[in-house]
């Protein structure tokens, strides 16, 4: 059993301005806008806060926290979970240009792992950098969008991202570690696999036209508004792209709409009327609802099409709860 208020007053101590907060709901940090407490969080505003947490909980109390962004891929159980959650959203929120270097022709962009993904492709603009236009409508974080390889028309984070700075869970101490070229593969990154937590991320990008970038990026804007129902709180794609079927591409939301499933709706959660690939809450959706709304789109996309369809969004709760499939 872990004594949460030793953990709190360890914490308060080894960082004295760090923001924690108790029982605090995942309700107010998700884009589901769904999920029960956890009994810590912490919001750390600098890296040295960040390295006193994962220290103190590690070393001390031997409790892994949970790595957050901005909340917009996850789903959390309506019980919430026994989770020290390290959220970096609004700390860790650098953002500059470095000089010319490695790549002649190229620049290099440094961005903290709390700053959003709209921030840093509207920096990219800013010095008539092209390749981060696609980022533009995604809402997620540098960390968080490093860590799932976010993507949208055409681009990902893996073509741009050059180098990435985390700390991982001490076993004596906390180690520091840069990351070149990491390995990514679609919504994959090589971080899924271990214990670490993203600092900064490195972009490296070519000059481009700006009026042409900011024209990518107003029909990638365009289209979202047009395609994605954005006017309800999701958590993006529920479901990831199949594997394809004899070379040639599946798409969930093209499945679930071919079996009928459009509005097929559980208390608040909803597959999207506008955008089969979306559930969507309504209004009062719980987490129970979302996962038996999941559980049933799955079953009949597999019955009519034998295609297995695996959530893309992440899933946060008690031990033992899950998917469920
Ligand atoms: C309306 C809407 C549209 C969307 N469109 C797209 C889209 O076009 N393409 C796309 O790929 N996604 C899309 N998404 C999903 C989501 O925005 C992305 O997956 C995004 O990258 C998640 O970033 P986040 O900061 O919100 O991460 P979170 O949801 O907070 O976390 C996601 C995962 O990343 C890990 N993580 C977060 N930060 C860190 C860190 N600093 N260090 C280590 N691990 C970390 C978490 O542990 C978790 O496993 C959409 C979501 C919504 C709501």
Redesign the pocket.
Known sequence: MINWNALYDRLRAAAPSLELRRDEPMSR????QVGGPVPLMALPKDEDEVQAVLYTAAMEFGVRP?????????LVSDQGADLLV????DG?DRLELLPEGEWPGHRTIRAG??V??ARLSKFALEHGLTGLE?AQ?????????????????GG??GQVVSSVS?VSLPEEEVVQRITKNPEFSY?RSQ??AGD????RACFTLEPGDPAEIRARMGDFAQR?REK???EY?????AFKRPAPVDGRPVYAAALIDQCGLKGLTVGGAQVSEKHAG?VVNRGGASCGDIIKLMAQVRRRVLQETGVALEP???Y?GKEGEGWNF
């Open positions: 940090h998700t884009s589901f949970f790595f957050m962004g901005r909340g917009s891929n996850l390290l959220k970096a959203c860790l792992s709390g959003s993904l696609f409508g995604i809402p997620g974080s540098v960390g968080g969008g490093v860590y799932m390889n976010a993507g949208a028309y990902e984070m985390s919504r971080f899924q670490e937590f993203i600092l979202r994605q129902p954005l709180p999701s958590a993006g794609s979306f893309e969004v992440r946060l």
